[in-house]
């Protein structure tokens, strides 16, 4: 069953995917139990070493792109998240991962392992380094980094998907654990909700650029495992999946929804790379989810950041026209902003990439140098 590209999607259509896995996934990581990812993408890679075919074929599959990725329209786009890198990371937690707290299925399997309400903040930290990765250049080409780290997340959600499902789990709507529907929907915030917020902080995209950030968001998802048929070929269209599952698979009045939106928003106040205290957080957080939203989870927007967010988005739509219109500004920015983000990752995930779920931090050694690690590693 596959999504017509020009077909406008519905409830009928999707409902079947709730019942799909990843099952190339599957296949590599039966029997074995939830690991750091970084441990399972060793023991699959062994286990194909080895000869086991269900691994083989997960690395056979997974090692090239397919022929629809456009190679220079994902360059393009993997610089555009490399240049708008600290925008893009506040826009895609606040109205984005956020977002996704309202959807009991999404949010589910994570509350059973602990991984939501345990250490909310390192796992924003996590999914930081895996878009960090990504963005690296050459990060998603056959054996970068940001392949290698994404293939990693896909096997740690098929192991755990066993785990849950090995005690009977059932999901909220009945379906699978980490079903292919609540992967697709989880897509669109970084295809979708992220670049079309990112004007609260006043970034205005021409169509151009959108369609290159999502196209490399389509190629990072697709790696995840999300199935093409749930990957739209255009921006338009993955806004009107979007807006469907959301619809349909977000409810407010959940009660888990708020908790864990106020459990994150606890955990980032004042930690970096923003180093914004709650206030500042939770007022983003409250314009990017809507008057609604911010209503059923007592959401405030405190009218002194309010305004401060309003001169900020002012003032950006001065500023960024002009730095992008100077390659030289262009590049300083991309490289204040890669620096920032990385020594973030540090303070928050550690120096020792041995203990980190997904290893190396893209360029650290040569970004962040030895200095930089002993003081990181002193201060942990």
């Given at each position: 069953m596959s999504i017509a590209p020009a077909a406008a999607p519905s409830r009928d259509l999707l409902r079947p995917y709730q019942q799909q896995v990843d099952t190339l996934a599957d296949a590599a990581t039966a029997?074995?139990?939830?690991?750091?990812?970084?441990?399972?993408l060793a023991a699959v890679e062994a286990r194909a070493a080895a000869g086991h075919p269900g691994a083989r074929a997960f690395f056979d599959q997974t090692r090239d792109h397919p022929a629809w990725v456009d190679l220079a329209a994902l360059e393009r786009g993997r610089r555009l998240v490399v240049e708008l890198g600290s925008e893009l990371a506040l826009i895609l937690i606040t109205g984005g991962l956020f977002d996704g707290y309202a959807s009991p299925s999404l949010s589910t399997p994570l509350l059973r392992t602990g991984r939501l309400s345990g250490d909310a903040a390192r796992r924003l930290y996590e999914t930081g380094q895996v878009v960090h990765n990504a963005r690296a250049p050459g990060g998603l080409l056959p054996g970068g980094i940001g392949q290698r780290t994404?293939?990693?997340?896909?096997?740690?959600?098929s192991a755990v998907r066993q785990a849950l499902e090995a005690r009977g789990y059932v999901g909220p709507d009945g379906g699978r654990a980490i079903h292919v529907l609540d992967m697709a929907h989880t897509a669109t915030a970084f295809s979708h909700k992220a670049p079309a917020r990112l004007p609260q902080l006043g970034v205005q995209l021409a169509a151009e650029e959108r369609a290159d950030l999502h196209h490399f968001w389509r190629v990072v998802n697709h790696l995840h495992g999300v199935p093409l048929a749930l990957l739209p070929e255009t921006p338009a269209e993955t806004a009107a999946l979007s807006a469907i599952l959301d619809e349909w698979r977000f409810d407010p009045r959940w009660e888990g929804g708020a908790l864990l939106c106020r459990a994150a928003l606890r955990d980032l106040s004042g930690q970096p790379p923003f180093f914004l205290p709650e206030a500042a957080i939770e007022t983003l957080t409250a314009r990017c989810l809507g008057d609604e939203r911010a209503a059923a989870w007592g959401l405030r927007r405190a009218p002194t950041w309010d305004h401060a967010l309003d001169a900020v988005a002012a003032a950006e739509q001065v500023i960024t026209p002009a730095w992008r219109a100077v390659p030289g500004l262009r590049l300083v920015r991309a490289r204040l902003s890669v620096g920032l983000f990385g020594r973030s990752l540090l303070r928050g995930l550690g120096p020792d990439p041995a203990v980190r779920a997904f290893g190396p931090i893209a360029g650290e050694e040569a970004r962040f140098g030895p200095g930089l690690?002993?003081?990181?590693?002193a201060a942990v």
């Open positions: 029997g074995l139990r939830p690991d750091r990812p970084l441990g399972l994404i293939l990693a997340v896909r096997l740690l959600h690690e002993a003081r990181a590693r």
